[in-house]
């Protein structure tokens, strides 16, 4: 008799560690997903859970501007929204995998979240972990820091996904991911900011820098302080977000290796 539940949480493990094998050929059966198709299949599904947050937040749904805020220490996601009267908290998600520690990304392979300001690039509808958005990471800053360090690889492909197992990444779990990806297909094009922080300095516990740290380590603190700060409980915000560019990945780029 004990064979049948253990036999069912090998089960359950496998689906969940294995997903990046079998979850293209599962792809591959079903079929590529355009943008269109994800919000049609879970669009009323979302608008039924977030509906009710916005409307407690005073605002429209889809808003102007979206804004995340990942906080590695807390396992934290919040997203903010901003219409003409600044930005406030919309929701909180629980981040269920991040790997690594405190401290940026330096390289490829380092299993590390990486730490700065970055924005949603592309949006991944085929993604190995359900869904997934692709952020700018390396930005300017990380490759200025790389050059000055002679770091020539400080890696890339880091998402927001689905699932509840990351190597590098963010996973938030399946249901939010439809929430963030939908939200961000139906305000495309417009610039999502997403900063990933090693704690919410705005508790007052001040950011670490350890004696091995890279020199450039309290620039990046001082960034994010910045902005940290400027996103307050009364929901305003000092500086303006212009607008950018969001992409769709090409199912054809969603391998296990590289695009997520």
Not at 13 to 24: G, H, I
Not at 51 to 79: C, D, H, T, V, Y
Not at 100 to 121: F, I, S
Not at 137 to 158: C, K
Request: proline share 8%; hydrophobic share 45%.
């Amino acid at each position: 008799m004990l064979a049948l539940p253990v036999a069912a949480v090998a089960g359950v493990v496998a689906l969940a560690y294995a997903r990046p094998l079998w979850y293209p050929l599962y792809t591959a059966v079903r079929g590529r997903r355009t943008l269109s198709d994800v919000i049609s299949a879970y669009g009323p599904s979302v608008d039924a859970r977030l509906l009710p947050r916005f409307e407690a937040a005073g605002l429209s749904n889809p808003p102007l501007r979206l804004a995340l805020i990942a906080l590695k220490k807390e396992r934290l996601l919040e997203l903010w929204a901003a219409d003409d009267a600044g930005w406030k908290l919309v929701h909180t998600y629980p981040i269920l995998a991040a790997s690594g520690h405190a401290g940026p990304k330096l390289r490829e392979g380092d299993r590390q979240v990486p730490e700065g300001v970055y924005c949603v690039e592309a949006l991944n509808p085929n993604s190995s972990y359900h869904l997934s958005l692709k952020l700018d990471y390396p930005n300017e800053l990380d490759r200025r820091m790389a050059r000055a360090d002679g770091r020539t690889n400080p890696g890339g492909d880091i998402f927001i996904h689905g699932g509840a197992r990351s190597i590098g990444c963010i996973a938030v779990g399946d249901e939010a991911i439809e929430e963030l990806f939908v939200l961000a297909g139906r305000s495309w094009p417009c610039e999502i900011k997403v900063i990933i922080a090693p704690h919410d300095v705005r508790a007052g516990q001040p950011f670490a820098e350890p004696p091995d740290a890279p020199a450039w380590l309290p620039e990046l603190h001082d960034t994010l302080r910045a902005e940290l700060a400027a996103f307050r409980p009364d929901g305003s915000h000092a500086a303006d977000t212009r607008p950018g560019q969001v992409g769709l990945i090409d199912s054809g780029l969603d391998k296990t290796q590289g695009m997520l």
